[in-house]
């Protein structure tokens, strides 16, 4: 008796996941339509097929390094906003908040990723770079030199900049330049952006001040020093909590370029159905982590001079907030600004004693973040994704 198409579809790709668990080989085998009769094309997402593809391809190799690269900055310069407010209550002595934000930077990028890696998928599919992977992976190596490019032009003007943004924006740009036109982007996915614009502000706002109102009404007929001797831990606790969905958040966006990088160099055009590989993780986990661990003291020490002054159950409920909001955000796949969203729930958390604690100069200074980064990122991606594309 002949065996129907479903059926027999369904018993080759149990055989083709079973030969792969059973063989012990790394990676995701692609069943094609049977009428075609095409061979299985393997994505192999090993450390040592990684290694030798970026000894033999040098843009998959510059691609590497500066993905690399802004990961450890991010670790430097965005990782420690994240421990800020902990040390400027006193609750944990500048090195040891650093050590502590390196660890859970760490856990958040090794295990969530592991746990839930929507946000990553995002990355890697808000983009369509087309089905000629060597010229995609010319143009997603444009579009990371143009993050670096734009980075250092907007801080040498002056303008404020967000890294997660210019990722975006660059991703996008060199995609509307290989597809010629706005085929590039993938709505279905890049909507997300915007909504995580929203929610970075107004949702971490709003559930800053919710903790905050809710932490005051509970303890308002409590006595002061045992509160204050309770919060000083509960706000470490909150502290490794921020620093872990740090890690969550950020980590996987830029695991998702990676990730995008290396299925171009295996011929595939995207990443669909790919489980991305431990080594992976713990790489991008740890670099983010030595970052922290590198520049983490200075930049806490230069954010906590410019931060409002906030006592234990203030920056408690700041760092409880912001870590519930990107979890939420992160489980949704929706990429946000981490310190975006912790810099909103200082706000909300300011604004539960009086509406005049909201600093609008940091409102304004977001707004002008999301106005210069999407079209000022996304020319320059653009232009050099041609420019790359031509010379090479």
């Known amino acids: 008796m002949a065996t129907s198409v479903p059926a027999a579809a369904n018993m080759v790709t149990q055989c083709v996941f079973w030969h792969a668990a059973a063989s012990g080989t790394i990676g995701v085998f692609f069943c094609p339509p049977l009428s075609k009769k095409k061979e299985l094309i393997p994505l192999d997402v090993s450390f040592s097929y990684f290694i030798q593809q970026v000894l033999s391809n040098p843009a998959l190799a510059v691609t590497t390094l500066l993905t690399l690269g802004v990961i450890f900055v991010n670790g430097w310069t965005d990782a420690p906003n994240a421990i800020a407010t902990c040390v400027t209550t006193r609750c944990m002595r500048v090195r040891s908040a650093v050590v502590m934000a390196a660890v859970f930077n760490f856990l958040g990028v090794f295990l969530m990723t592991q746990l839930n890696a929507s946000v990553a998928s995002t990355i890697s599919n808000m983009v369509d770079f087309g089905g000629d992977t060597h010229s995609a992976l010319i143009a997603l190596c444009a579009a990371l030199f143009s993050i670096v490019v734009y980075s250092v032009g907007a801080s040498l003007l002056g303008i404020p900049t967000s890294e997660s943004h210019s990722l975006i924006a660059g991703l996008s740009g060199a995609a509307i330049a290989i597809q010629g036109g ?47 001797g309770f919060f000083t831990y509960a706000q470490i606790v909150g502290a490794a909590a921020m620093s872990f969905m740090h890690g969550a958040q950020d980590g996987q966006k830029f695991i998702g370029v990676l990730f995008l990088g290396m299925a171009f160099c295996n011929g595939q055009p ?119 594309m031509f010379v090479f």
Not at 197 to 221: D, E, M, N, R, Y
Not at 285 to 310: A, C, F, H, N, P
Not at 312 to 338: E, H, N, R, W
């Open 270 to 388: 995207s990443v669909a159905g790919v489980m991305i590989p431990v080594w992976l993780m713990i790489l991008c986990s740890t670099i983010m982590g030595v970052g922290t661990s590198v520049g983490g003291e200075r930049i806490i020490k230069s954010v906590g001079q410019d931060m409002v002054k906030l006592e234990k159950y203030q920056g408690f409920s700041a760092d409880l907030s912001s870590a519930l909001c990107l979890l939420v955000m992160t489980v949704l796949g929706i990429p946000v600004s981490t310190t975006h969203t912790k810099t909103s729930a200082i706000m909300g958390v300011g604004a539960v004693r009086r509406l005049s604690a909201i600093n609008f100069g940091v409102v304004r200074d977001m707004m002008l973040t999301w106005v210069f980064t999407f079209p000022g990122c996304g020319l320059i991606s653009y232009l050099m994704a041609k420019l790359f």
């Open 182 to 228: 706005v085929a590039g982007i993938n709505m279905g996915e890049w909507v997300k952006v915007l909504y995580g614009l929203v929610a970075s502000l107004v949702i971490g706002f709003g559930i800053g001040w919710l903790v905050c109102k809710a932490v005051t009404l509970v303890c308002a007929g409590m006595d002061r020093r045992r509160t204050n």
